[in-house]
């Protein structure tokens, strides 16, 4: 791979959207990479529409687990190899699938992950920064937005 110049012309992007995944496994891969010549990698997180073919409510705290793991990835990864991270969201589970998971219901999830990001972790002072910036009088994580 570092013999054919690809390296030089690209730059990868490790997608993963769970809220579990292994870290030490990512920066493994992160590594090898950079051995192969790659000088900068992105991430790709998702921020609504990758739980789920019918989801139609977002699960909120899964979102921001998998931004978490992703922030622990790039605090273990070798210094200046991180790009940027795609937070993406999803309006189809797969090509063949209805919409889910509509931008509306979404924005408090990307608000959380932005700010999960931006602040390099989540906390209850961030939460109540969210629910300022929404207006909202209680932003809840674990469950569905009532």
């Known amino acids: 791979l570092s013999e054919s110049g690809v390296p030089q012309l690209v730059q990868p992007m490790i997608w993963d959207y769970a809220a579990d995944f292994?870290?030490?496994s990512k920066v493994h891969l992160i590594e090898k990479y950079h051995r192969c010549g790659f000088s900068k990698v992105?991430?790709?997180?998702?921020?609504?529409?990758a739980t789920g073919v019918n989801q139609s409510l977002t699960l909120i705290?899964?979102?921001?687990k998998n931004h978490l793991q992703w922030l622990k990835v790039a605090s273990?990864?070798?210094?200046?190899?991180?790009?940027?991270?795609?937070?993406?969201?999803?309006?189809?589970?797969?090509?063949?699938?209805?919409l889910c998971?509509?931008?509306?219901v979404a924005i408090?999830?990307?608000?959380?992950?932005l700010q999960a990001l931006k602040n390099g972790g989540y906390?209850?002072?961030?939460?109540?920064?969210?629910?300022?910036l929404?207006?909202?009088?209680?932003?809840?994580?674990?469950?569905?937005?009532?």
């Not at 906390?123 to 300022?132: A, L, Q, R, W």
């Not at 929404?134 to 009532?146: A, H, I, V």
């Open 123 to 132: 906390s209850e002072k961030i939460k109540e920064n969210v629910e300022k």
């Open 76 to 98: 273990t990864s070798p210094a200046d190899v991180l790009e940027g991270i795609a937070l993406t969201g999803w309006q189809r589970y797969d090509h063949f699938s209805v």
């Open 101 to 104: 998971e509509l931008l509306p």
């Open 134 to 146: 929404l207006g909202m009088s209680n932003l809840e994580t674990d469950t569905f937005m009532r």
């Open 61 to 64: 705290g899964h979102h921001l």
């Open 22 to 24: 292994d870290v030490e």
């Open 42 to 49: 992105w991430f790709a997180s998702a921020f609504k529409g």
């Open 108 to 113: 408090p999830s990307l608000a959380v992950c």
